[in-house]
């Protein structure tokens, strides 16, 4: 067998790359084929317009995610809740990674005007939910967490993960870590107002103590956020596609 690429993963891979280097209001299939060394006309064979090719990809990224999920699906409830916290986390030199998240915030800007964009989102946002409720469901059952509203739970820590990773990439970016200034109420520190580069690790932090620490059972213990991040970490950096969104 092969080890060699296929045409659809070189096509992904390339749109990824044109993902970073242009964002998404100003990619054009031109832009994805240059990335890919393939043809704008093969490209078009393949995929009618940029907005399938677009949903094609975002497909692929959330399958990824499945799989990163699934990856993990035998380890303990415990470090399976630190690793998806530490999935979040992005430090300010993963300069790349940003920057494909920000093409993601414009990708879903068009949920409300495109379904097929739409119906994606729904996917991945399901996929991030329900991995948490399978999490504490998982944990309830083995006594690692106390009974809780495992919906409701699961809702709060996808949202202020997902608000963490957008605030620091849209706010964030130029914020010198030597000027860092006042805290807020986290004791999440911020420079004029804005949040410092790490403000995902600060967040994910208080995750932990305010969010997560509850929940646990009496003489359980969850793993170290270090150890969650390095969890879900890919063991080769060129994997940086398989974030997932991370969405």
């Known amino acids: 067998m092969s080890d060699q690429p296929s045409a659809a993963d070189e096509i992904m891979d390339g749109v990824y790359r044109a993902l970073r280097a242009h964002g998404y209001a100003e990619l054009t299939m031109q832009d994805i084929a240059d990335e890919c060394s393939k043809s704008k006309s ?125 605030r620091q990439i849209t706010l964030s970016g130029g914020v010198d870590t030597a000027e860092r200034g006042g805290s807020d109420a986290l004791g999440i520190a911020e420079t004029a107002g804005h949040p410092e580069p790490t403000y995902t690790r600060a967040v994910a932090e208080a995750a932990f103590r305010r969010l997560v620490e509850p929940l646990l059972a009496e003489g359980a213990e969850l793993p170290s956020l270090e150890a969650g991040i390095a969890a879900m970490t890919p063991v080769d950096a060129d994997e940086d596609n398989d974030e997932s969104e991370d969405e």
């Open 42 to 166: 093969l490209l078009h064979y393949h995929y009618d317009t940029k907005e399938d090719l677009l949903v094609a990809f975002l497909d692929r990224v959330i399958s990824d995610s499945e799989r990163r999920i699934a990856a993990h699906a035998d380890s303990s409830p415990s470090e399976r809740l630190a690793g998806f916290i530490g999935w979040f986390v992005f430090e300010p030199d993963a300069v790349d990674r940003e920057a494909f998240h920000i093409a993601l915030l414009e990708l879903r800007t068009q949920g409300p005007f495109n379904e097929p964009i739409r119906e994606q989102l729904t996917r991945s946002d399901r996929l991030l939910r329900g991995t948490v409720v399978d999490i504490l469901e998982s944990g309830i059952e083995e006594g690692v967490f106390r009974d809780v509203d495992v919906e409701e739970t699961a809702a709060l820590l996808v949202a202020t993960l997902d608000g963490a990773r957008t």
